[in-house]
Nanobody, 125 residues
Framework: QVLLVESGGGLVPAGGSLRLSCAAS????????VGWFRQAPGRERVIVAAISWNGGSTYYAESMKDRVTISRINSKNTVYLQMNSLKPEDTAVYYC??????????????????WGQGIQVTVSS
């Protein structure tokens, strides 16, 4: 079992930056890919970014490409999402999640079983 806790969200003006953190406890996730997803009110949860178990591969959704960077420090059991040039349409609850399979890399939310509780990011115009 792994417990994920997100932090770093909040209210930021358009054009601002935030760094979200996802800390894992319970067991190490160093051998598992981690994804960041977001869900806006009335919309489905979608992937924002993902990183492979060793950081060698990353994925960014087109909507946030060039504005976000995902990284991880396995020794700290933590994954980060640096978000820059934020827009009001980035307003959502952001979740981190751990992939189901050892050293696999996937982008569909159905492949992720362990989820954090989510953290609100609000970008004001």
């Amino acid at each position: 079992q792994v417990l994920l806790v997100e932090s770093g969200g909040g209210l930021v003006p358009a054009g601002g930056s935030l760094r979200l953190s996802c800390a894992a406890s319970g067991r190490s996730f160093s051998d598992y890919a981690v994804g960041w997803f977001r869900q806006a009110p009335g919309r489905e949860r979608v992937i924002v970014a993902a990183i492979s178990w060793n950081g060698g591969s990353t994925y960014y959704a087109e909507s946030m490409k060039d504005r976000v960077t995902i990284s991880r420090i396995n020794s700290k059991n933590t994954v980060y999402l640096q978000m820059n040039s934020l827009k009001p349409e980035d307003t959502a609850v952001y979740y981190c999640a751990v992939h189901d399979n050892y050293r696999a890399f996937g982008l569909d939310k159905s492949e992720y079983s362990y989820w954090g509780q989510g953290i609100q990011v609000t970008v004001s115009s």
